[in-house]
């Protein structure tokens, strides 16, 4: 077990060109599983690769127990990898396969058969240890990926979108999985997905990337309840925060002819700026009856019923540029084309810059 520290460490692929990674500084603790999230391009799997040793560091460092590892090679770094793709050798059981590495580093027969087993043990793998890798499913075979990174027991795990080849009902059982191995285990793991849903489930804390740049490192909790500016309010979130640019009046802002009181910090925040961008979660929306009450005025586009609960799309009724999101009851009433009445829970309201997109108060 280990702690991971990145130290202002950068990564430019073209010199004079933007940093794939730019300065990016964040600590996992000995024994936590962090997220790196973000959209394509962000910099996450360039960060994840830049700690295992697989990209060079052109500014700044990382470290590993104290321990400066830039000018350490990867096999020396005591590091192992889960990649997107398996990487499983086709004429190898199950059990060669994960004890491919031991066998490598010169461990006698006894020893590894004794940590495949073990590991097979924790994974739910022992009654595949004899089948090759055509004779599994894809959940299988990223467990048996996983076996072959925990037999090292390394002191970092790094795992790099690991669920992306599942089918959506294999991901959500496979990274609970992953979460409770790893809170058995107890070894530091990084984790890169763009999946936020994925990042939020998993993750002891987040860090959320765009463009090389760390926008916000935090639990998931602090994430969606305070996000440090629109780019982490949009993407964080499903569905995304409804993010409003709208014109101060008097002491808030007004949507579809409705006030929405600001506080005193965020107005103080925003100084004489004349419009403020303004985040309401789609949960902080609710409906007024069918649209004959005195709430904001929109006409839906599309109805998600998810069961348990809806989502509902629409667009203001005197201004179709305007979108929002609504959750809603389960088994809802409302139809394609209807006008809602809308209101806004004021106390629930995010405020940002709307030139910077930096959070106001």
């Known amino acids: 077990m280990a702690e991971v520290e990145f130290d202002e460490a950068s990564r430019i692929y073209t010199p004079g060109a933007k940093p794939a990674v730019d300065k990016l500084s964040l600590t996992i603790t000995d024994g936590e599983l962090v997220v790196l999230v973000g959209p394509s391009g962000s910099g ?11 990209e060079p560091i052109d500014a700044g460092s990382v470290r590993i127990d104290g321990r400066d590892v830039v000018d350490v090679s ?4 005591d590091i192992a990898m889960v990649f997107q793709n398996y990487a499983l050798y086709p004429s190898k059981t199950v059990a060669e ?28 793998l022992t009654e595949y240890l004899d089948r090759k890798p055509k004779a599994l499913s ?18 970092v795990f790094l795992m790099d979108e690991p669920l992306s080849n599942l ?10 999985q992953i979460a409770q191995l790893q809170n058995r285990l107890a070894v530091s ?12 489930t998993m993750g002891d804390r987040v860090a959320v990337l765009a463009d090389g740049k760390l926008q916000q490192y935090a639990t998931p909790s602090e994430l969606y309840d305070r996000p440090v500016n629109a780019f982490v309010a949009g993407f964080i979130g499903s569905p995304a925060m409804n993010l409003l640019h709208l014109r101060r009046e008097g002491e808030g802002v007004s949507l579809g002819g409705m006030d929405i009181p600001l506080t005193r910090e965020i107005r103080d925040a925003a100084g004489s700026a ?10 902080d929306l609710s409906i007024d009856s069918d649209g004959s009450g005195d709430g904001i005025k929109a006409v839906v586009d599309v ?4 069961g348990s609960e809806s989502y509902l799309y629409a667009h203001m009724a005197e201004d179709e540029s305007t979108t929002l999101v609504v959750r809603g009851p389960g088994r809802t009433s409302v139809r394609y084309g209807e006008t809602i009445a809308l209101r806004v829970d004021a106390d629930a309201v995010h405020a940002f810059d709307a030139t910077s997109g930096e959070r106001l108060a």
């Open 44 to 54: 996450k799997s360039t960060a994840l690769r830049m700690l295992a040793g697989l």
């Open 303 to 306: 109805v998600e019923e998810l």
């Open 274 to 283: 004349d419009t403020v961008t303004v985040g309401v979660r789609p949960e």
């Open 97 to 124: 396969n994960m004890a491919f590495p031991l066998k490598m580093r010169g461990l006698d027969k006894s020893e590894r058969a004794a940590k495949v087993q073990e590991a097979a043990a924790l994974l739910g």
């Open 138 to 155: 894809g959940g299988q075979r990223q467990r048996v990926a996983m076996g072959r990174a925990i037999v090292r027991e390394p002191r």
């Open 167 to 176: 089918d959506a009902k294999m991901r959500v059982q496979t990274r609970s």
């Open 74 to 77: 990867s096999k020396d770094r």
């Open 189 to 200: 793991t990084v984790y890169v997905t763009h999946d936020q849903v994925e990042a939020m």
